[in-house]
Nanobody, 119 residues
Framework: QVQLVESGGGLVQSGGSLRLSCAASGRTFSSYNMGWFRQAPGKEREFVAAISWSGGSTDYADFVQGRFTVSRDNAKNTIFLQMNKLKPEDTAVYYC????????????WGKGTQVTVSS
């Protein structure tokens, strides 16, 4: 398994930007498809973005609407989520996950980083 630690969250005004990072331990990081999920208070955890093991393929939730970009640096065992044009409804705890086979739920999850967007 891989251990994941997210960072980069914080408080930002509506329309602002944040860049989240997720640092992974383990020499097999580059073999994992990785993702970002988020969970707002009182809501279920939801998919935000994903990136393939090579970085050649990405996927986004519809609500991202071109505002977020997921990327990775396998040499540094790190993935990123660049978030622009943030909205108050983006307020949530953001988690990165290393997918286990075809299952996100069964993968390795970080503890999350809080993102708060003020109006």
């Amino acid at each position: 398994q891989v251990q994941l630690v997210e960072s980069g969250g914080g408080l930002v005004q509506s329309g602002g930007s944040l860049r989240l990072s997720c640092a992974a331990s383990g020499r097999t990081f580059s073999s994992y498809n990785m993702g970002w999920f988020r969970q707002a208070p009182g809501k279920e955890r939801e998919f935000v973005a994903a990136i393939s093991w090579s970085g050649g393929s990405t996927d986004y939730a519809d609500f991202v609407q071109g505002r977020f970009t997921v990327s990775r640096d396998n040499a540094k065992n790190t993935i990123f989520l660049q978030m622009n044009k943030l909205k108050p409804e983006d307020t949530a705890v953001y988690y990165c996950v290393a997918r286990a086979g075809s299952s996100w739920a069964a993968g390795s999850w970080g503890k999350g980083t809080q993102v708060t967007v003020s109006s």
